[in-house]
């Protein structure tokens, strides 16, 4: 049968899954397979395992206790491996690899920020600053049939928003980097114009948050921060 795999850590975490229950319906139990330096937290698993939300919440489960009692490479939902031997070996092949990325892992946890801001108020900005979009903009109302004028105003619009994003983002970026230990950018969502992950410090956690909770104060209403965590550092790993 297929052995899952939930994470990997160093032979000396105490590896605690009391009351823990792996995927799967019902429930697999969890297990361990450990060479000397590392260990792996695995579980059979049924051919077709879907990301339903008892199966999610289990994986989340494990490696929540997991982290709170040391460090871990998590795994991301749905990593299978042939069996438990094939894992072993695996652990072998890159046990340098691992033991260097446990390490810079130990004792850190991540933190995801999303920021964003209502449109309206971008476009008012804009509008504001930017001549060349005041005139496009009376012109085009002042002349509805202007076709190229209306397509010369969202290119120029379009323009400002992505630079204005992109420096706000930098500059959001570049304060908080300052309380973290490493920083990976994700893509903007649909919503949110910055997505962007922190690698922090377990015991300075604190005052990481206090720093984005001053950043937010400091960018106003018009902005609004959701930050996320702790979280496994998946964007790390």
């Known amino acids: 049968m297929p052995t899952y795999i939930y994470a990997i850590t160093g032979a000396d975490h105490p590896l605690r899954l009391d009351g823990l229950k792996g995927v799967g319906d019902p429930p697999s139990d969890l297990r361990t397979v450990r060479t000397g330096d590392l260990g ?21 489960s494990v490696l929540e206790r997991l982290m709170a009692e040391g460090a871990a490479l998590p795994m991301r939902f749905g990593l299978v491996g042939p069996d438990d031997d094939q894992v072993l070996a695996a ?71 992505q630079v204005r994003q992109g420096t706000v983002g930098n500059e959001i970026t570049s304060v908080l980097t300052a309380e973290a230990e490493r920083v990976s950018a994700g893509e903007p969502t649909k919503a949110h114009f910055l997505n962007v992950s922190f690698l922090v410090k ?20 018009d902005y609004e921060f959701t930050l996320n965590g702790p979280l496994p550092p998946y964007s790390f790993v």
């Not at 792996?40 to 999610?56: E, F, G, N, Y």
């Not at 377990?202 to 209403?221: H, L, M, P, T």
């Open 91 to 161: 652990l072998e092949q890159e046990r340098e690899s691992y033991t260097a990325r446990l390490g810079e892992l130990d004792g850190r946890l991540e933190y995801n920020l999303k920021v964003s801001r209502p449109e309206e108020s971008l476009l008012r900005e804009i509008l504001s600053a930017s001549g060349d979009v005041r005139r496009l903009s009376e012109f085009t109302r002042q002349n509805p049939g202007a076709q190229k004028e209306k397509m010369a105003l969202g290119e120029l619009v379009s323009q400002e928003i």
């Open 202 to 221: 377990r015991d300075e956690a604190a005052a990481f948050s206090q720093a984005v909770y001053e950043e937010a104060e400091r960018r106003g209403d």
């Open 40 to 60: 792996a937290v695995v579980s059979d698993t049924p051919s077709d395992l879907r990301a339903k939300r008892r199966d999610l919440v289990a994986h989340q």
